[in-house]
């Protein structure tokens, strides 16, 4: 069996050749200077563990869930020691000073962490050109945008850089890039995962999410970063997620089948799975139609300027970092201008106040469809990826997130899988489930990716 060493080194190796040199990705902003040693000791602790294998068992002692599997984080999560420069500059020389939750259960588990991946900065963006580093390339055509906002995270489990990897999802940035890239991307029912430790966008919506090659890679990663945690006062615990009866494909399912126009090349491909689904599984499909679908978007950005200029209040330069308005980039400031401008006008309650009014609806509405689907099927991204650098308008940029962003809104919990591809890019099918229906989420999307 290959060592955790060995696959290390390989990765290592792929990251020299491609992210670095020449025609690089631009996937990971740092490396962990440690990962050969911690590699030496996760390899030491499974060799010990197997040569007193029974006295070892009697201890409870065995080796964790994730020994041998090597994962990427995105540059808004802190990593003791690491930069989580959140892709700014204003926290360019921001060193971790602790373990967010997440990362504490990965380490618990053996997991190694390789690096710390780019992404749009402070995960306002939906392409990955908004870093300011350096734009991420879509590994699988590099004049394309990999999607955002966790791109790198994306980008590095495409580009075989990595087995896994962390992002985080406030309208899309996990699913958007997993589709563009070509992996498979969750988004967890909101307030499943802890989110200690995370430099957030938007606290009501936000939720850290997982990366990986294939469902059972991902769920498996789920499965460990996700439980009540007292660090994060809003969890709720009481759910359970068991990995062996998702691998189960599920009978008796309706897909719902959501009305809404997208790239003509998309639908085809989601079209002919939902075919082959219904004829080889004999599930049932359902038209469905969202009212409040259309005020997503408008819904979201009030809701998420708002909380993001709260947020980043404590960025004034005096305890982390740079301040903020000195250093960063267009869409950052776009933000906190917005969310300042709408504050100060919230007196009567007239935007902030609305849209949370609205997501109410949306929540009810989606909670109301659950009793007669028991998923929502749809593309992920509604149309391809852009070339890097082309230049595109606000509300295009902020319209990739159309079908993702809805979800966030409800908490529910979604997944995104390769489908498909056009030309060589790929498409990505997502499966929408219920809060805290992680387990049949990941049944359906099994099921899927074995079409
Ligand atoms: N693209 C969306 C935005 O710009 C989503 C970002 C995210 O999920 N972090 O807000």
């Not at 963006?125 to 966790?150: C, H, M, Q, V, Y």
Request: include cysteine.
């Amino acid at each position: 069996m290959t060592s955790t060493l060995q696959k290390l080194q390989t990765y290592l190796k792929e990251i020299d050749r491609n992210d670095k040199k020449g025609n690089e990705i631009n996937a990971f902003l740092q490396l962990n200077p440690n990962a050969i040693q911690e590699a030496k000791e996760i390899d030491a602790k499974i060799q010990r563990l197997s040569q007193v294998r029974s006295a070892s068992s009697k201890l409870g002692q065995s080796k964790g869930k994730l020994a041998g599997k090597i994962i990427a984080v995105k540059a808004n999560i802190n990593v003791q020691g690491l930069n989580a420069s959140c892709a700014s500059k204003t926290l360019e020389d921001y060193k971790s000073t602790y373990d967010a939750d997440v990362i504490k259960k990965i380490k618990e588990e053996d997991g190694l962490i390789i690096g710390i991946t780019n992404m749009d900065e402070f995960a306002a963006g939906g392409s990955g050109e908004t870093s300011a580093f350096r734009p991420t390339k879509n590994p699988r055509n590099l004049d394309l945008i990999p999607g955002g906002s966790s791109s790198g995270s994306a980008a590095a489990v495409a580009a075989e850089f990595c087995d896994m990897a962390l992002g985080s999802d406030t309208g899309g940035s996990v699913r958007n890039p997993a589709s563009h890239c070509g992996v498979v991307g969750i988004k967890p029912t909101y307030s499943s995962v802890s989110r200690y430790g995370l430099i957030d966008l938007s606290m009501s919506l936000d939720q850290i999410g997982v990366f990986g090659k294939n469902v059972s890679d991902a769920a498996l990663l789920l499965s460990i970063i996700r439980g009540k945690n007292e660090n994060d006062s809003i969890m709720q615990d009481g759910w359970k997620m068991d990995l062996n009866a998702a691998e189960k494909i599920p009978k008796n399912i309706t897909l719902g089948i959501l009305d809404f126009s997208v790239d003509e090349k998309i639908q085809k491909i989601i079209d002919e799975k939902i075919m082959k689904a219904k004829e080889k599984y004999r599930w049932k499909i359902k038209k469905i139609k969202l009212n409040y679908l259309d005020l997503a978007i408008e819904t979201y950005y009030p809701l998420v300027y708002v909380e993001f200029f709260s947020g980043t209040r404590k960025f004034d330069g005096r305890k982390y970092g740079k301040k903020i308005e000195d250093t960063a980039g267009e869409e950052v400031l776009r933000r906190i201008l917005g969310g300042s401008e709408i504050s100060r006008a919230e007196y009567h309650g007239r935007y902030y106040h609305k849209a949370l009014q609205v997501k109410k609806l949306i929540e009810e509405e989606f909670k109301k469809i659950f009793k007669n689907v028991d998923c929502i099927i749809c593309p992920t991204v509604p149309k391809l990826p852009h070339k890097i650098g082309e230049k595109i308008s606000v509300e295009d940029m902020y319209n990739y997130d159309a079908l993702t962003i809805p979800s966030n809104l409800a908490g529910n919990c979604a997944i995104s899988i390769p489908a498909g591809e056009i030309s060589g890019i790929p498409v990505g099918i997502q499966v929408i489930c219920d809060n805290f229906a992680e387990e049949k989420m990941l049944k359906i999307a099994n099921a899927f990716e074995k079409l």
